[in-house]
């Protein structure tokens, strides 16, 4: 399929399919957690939903055609940039650098009719996905001021081909074939959702720890009425207990025959006793 083939598309579609698009791929709730089917029903749902009536009705598989045309296009631009920046002298402009990886980018014999995307550009330039499926890229010095970023594992083949003007090396065009393939799973996940997942993360297993001490202060206070009941039954024991070894001890005086204690103290004293014994039952 031809990376320069428009379908029939006007500008404006061009732009509402890319805002749709990076939009639902870069949900940081559900954009991790769909299937690629399920992707495209959102993104042709939401284009569908918010496009001008005017406009005519594109299939899902008209929508994905035709943003892979742009998709390819733009990573291939992005590659032109990054080329056209590692061989700039000093002092040249962003526009001479852009301008210089347009036409680098005709070399490639599916873009001879050159770029063609430039009312999407300030759409889709920052976003990782295009920059040749860069998912874990660093600065690179850049005299001229055009950020972009290089992907620290990118393979380059070095095929000769003309150079389009003083300065510009030889570079390879080519993307990997999995680029290709209609339908492939939704674009690496921004940072976003990384962030968003760790503090799910974080929250489950905060609410984990919460859950466990939860259990274990509940059997903690579980064992500690138990032990609080036994201990309360055991005081109530021994409450009777003492009681009934008092009653014991009271009726054993009642019972002493005042006649036979010779020691008149210790018979004072017993019939004192015996008196304050009746006295409190009698109360």
Known sequence: MSGSRSSGYSKEEDKFLCEVYLKISQDPITGHYQSSDHFWDRVVKAFEDGKNRTWSKRSKKSLQCRFQNIERAT?????????????????????????????????????????????????IKDFEKFKN???????????????????ESENTIHDSIP???????????????????????????????????????????????????????????EQLKKISEQRQQYLELQCEHLALKKLRTENKILCQNLSSIEDPNIRAYIQSEQAKILKKRVD
């Open 75 to 123: 990573k291939k631009l992005h590659a032109c940039i990054r080329q056209c920046e590692n061989s700039c002298q000093s002092g040249v402009s962003s526009d001479d650098i852009f301008n210089q990886a347009k036409e680098m980018l005709m070399q490639d014999s599916r873009f001879k009719s050159g770029w063609k995307f430039d009312h999407v550009w300030n759409i």
């Open 133 to 151: 499926g860069v998912t874990s890229a660093r600065k690179i010095q850049n005299p001229c001021d055009l950020r972009h970023t290089s992907s």
């Open 163 to 221: 150079s389009v003007s003083p300065g510009l090396s030889s570079f390879d065009l080519n993307l990997d074939e999995e680029d290709d393939i209609i339908g492939r799973s939704p674009p690496q996940q921004p940072s976003g959702v990384k962030k968003s997942k760790l503090k799910r993360k974080n929250y489950d297993e905060t609410s984990n720890a919460i859950k466990t001490l939860d259990g274990g202060n509940k059997q903690l206070l």
